[in-house]
């Protein structure tokens, strides 16, 4: 039976002809696409092509403007999440957002049911427990649902839509928030809920897990459908150029530079996590001028703490940190930027922007009061204007204009907007935190080739990836982080992907 579920080629989901307009742009323009049941579908395509817009318009949180969506066989017509979900449509968000002092169950019957929360949690707890135990998804239910890991923090929104008994789910860039451990297991979930019935749209920048999941693909550019195409007929490059236009190198050069004097520096730090517990336990580490050090770990192993300590948002208890040979250990956030400290937060949405400020607001912020943008008491708008005009090509920020509001951009040109600016000035020194996820492979190209130039111009980059790739791309020297301590330091080429790999999981071997 599964066999035949696999091999049917019945579709459950056609588009047809489907226009959504946002004001200024036309972000579907006349898609037609359809998805098989118990398949997995891949959408792919650049930053601000259109994909988390179609894949709102199929959960009825956007109303087309004009085209046909058919799902079974029949016409649907959504005007809310709720007729989407109670047609058996699920559907992960790219920036989710859930009840966070609630549990996971709660959280499950409040998005669910009408009426009778109190009465209906023992039967839905019964029939949740089931759905975990049938895919091997752990997870408390009975957890507080903001202190779960966001990884975990996801399956609360699958099991939301499977415990409806969901035949089509929506999955936009869910791997984003996962560890490459989380994914495998994550993927293996999902192939085993294709093989009872379910249809998958999965959306993703990840070209290896496009090759490695997927059944068919679907390219956006520009809010156009480019063609879907079966996973065993593609390659890699061949979708990164259907999707960019063009050829992709997948990998930089890095020239070697002399590196210069020590810029950053912990000395023996230890910081307490927020929820009080030891995050750093005598961390050392020194990046020189010319220098790109790659931190590699499993996020959560303390990679937050040291970019917090850093930039002065969270205390160090103990240890120094220096910058630029000049002690920096816990002043302020703005005294240590002044000092050339330039930081991307792993956390964008919610540490690096205003999400109500317009784009050109974003990205001046934190130096607003500064020359050449403020003189003195008043703001030079036009300097301001033409600053966000330029960043704006030259990161290829997907928008209508400069004034439109931050929150109109998809999450890619989110995270495009804060490089723009964090980059834009000479720091002394840069930490940047998974600076390039959610970027599609043309943005990623951009920016690692911005972090190289950085580099060539004098700063030092302390780089934290949980993307191995990257890390071995561009550091100089990596070291790996493991539960708040550094597992060791090594030049590039004198460790192996597999060493760090095992160093991350906290098996240190020849790191002596
Ligand atoms: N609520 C909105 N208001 C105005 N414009 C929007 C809105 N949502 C999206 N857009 C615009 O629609 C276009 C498509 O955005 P969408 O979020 O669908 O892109 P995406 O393919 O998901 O990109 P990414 O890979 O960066 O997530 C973009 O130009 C974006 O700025
Ligand atoms: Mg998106």
Redesign the pocket.
């Known amino acids: 039976m599964d066999e035949n579920l696999q091999n049917d080629p019945e579709i459950i989901v056609r588009v047809e002809n489907l226009t959504?307009i946002?004001?200024?742009?036309v972000?579907?323009d006349r898609i037609s696409m359809d998805v098989r049941k118990g398949e997995i579908h891949c959408?792919l395509?650049?930053?601000?092509?259109?994909?988390?817009?179609?894949?709102?318009c199929l959960y009825g949180t956007?109303r087309p403007e004009s085209g046909r969506i058919f799902y079974q066989g029949k016409e649907i017509h959504l005007s809310s999440p709720r007729d989407a979900i109670n047609l058996g449509i699920g559907m992960v968000h790219?920036h989710f957002e859930m009840i966070p002092p609630m549990t996971v169950m709660e959280n499950i019957v409040v998005g669910t049911e009408s009426k009778g929360m109190g009465l209906k949690l023992g039967a839905a707890t019964e029939k949740v427990e089931r759905i975990c135990k049938n895919y091997g998804i752990v997870l408390d239910l009975n957890a507080v649902v903001s202190q779960l890991p966001v990884g975990k923090q996801q399956w609360v929104e699958i099991l939301k839509a499977l415990y409806v008994g969901a035949k089509f789910l929506i999955l936009?860039?869910p791997t984003a928030v996962l560890t490459p451990q989380e994914i495998d297991k994550f993927f293996s979930i999902l192939k085993k809920m294709t093989k009872d019935g379910l249809s998958i749209i999965l959306?993703t920048?990840k070209l290896d897990e496009v090759m490695d999941i997927s059944d068919r693909v679907t390219v956006?550019r520009k809010?156009k459908n480019i063609g879907t195409v079966n996973t065993s007929d593609t390659d890699k490059a061949d979708l990164a150029r259907r999707m960019v236009g063009r050829e992709v190198v997948f990998r930089v050069t890095r020239e070697e530079i002399e590196p210069g004097d020590v810029v950053l520096e912990l000395k023996n730090v230890h910081a307490l996590k927020k929820t009080g517990v030891l995050g750093l336990n005598g961390v050392s580490l020194s990046v020189r001028r010319h220098q790109i050090l790659g931190l590699a770990g499993v996020s959560g192993n303390g990679q937050r703490e040291i970019f917090d300590v850093a930039v002065g948002v969270r205390q160090a208890i103990k240890g120094e940190i220096l910058l630029d040979g000049e002690n920096i250990t816990n002043l302020s956030p703005r005294v240590i930027m002044n000092k050339g400290m330039a930081s991307i937060p792993q956390d964008r949405i919610v540490e690096g922007l205003c999400m109500d400020f317009s784009l050109y607001e974003n990205i001046i912020l934190g130096n607003q009061h500064d020359r050449p943008f403020s003189s003195g008491f008043f703001m030079n708008s036009s300097r301001i204007l033409t600053f966000a005009q330029k960043k704006i090509k030259e990161y290829d920020i997907?928008?209508?204009h400069p004034s439109?509001s931050a929150?109109?951009?998809?999450?890619?040109?989110?995270?495009k907007l804060i490089l723009a600016r964090e980059m834009a000035h000479k720091p002394k020194c840069l930490i940047a935190g998974q600076p390039t996820r959610?970027?599609?492979v043309g943005a990623i190209e951009y920016v690692h080739q911005r972090l190289l130039e950085m580099r060539k111009a004098g700063a030092g980059i302390l780089l934290i990836s949980e993307e191995l790739d990257e890390i071995f791309g561009l550091s100089d020297y990596i070291a790996v982080i493991y539960k708040g301590e550094i597992m060791g330091t090594f030049k590039n080429g004198e460790v192996t992907v597999e060493e760090v790999g095992l160093m991350m999981a906290g098996i240190r071997e020849n790191a002596a």
Do not use: R, W
């Open positions: 959504k946002f004001p200024g742009v972000a579907n959408l395509g650049e930053n601000g092509a259109g994909k988390s817009t179609i894949a709102e956007y790219q936009d860039e959306i920048h956006f809010g997907m928008c209508s439109q929150c109109c951009l998809s999450g890619g040109n989110l995270q959610g970027l599609d």
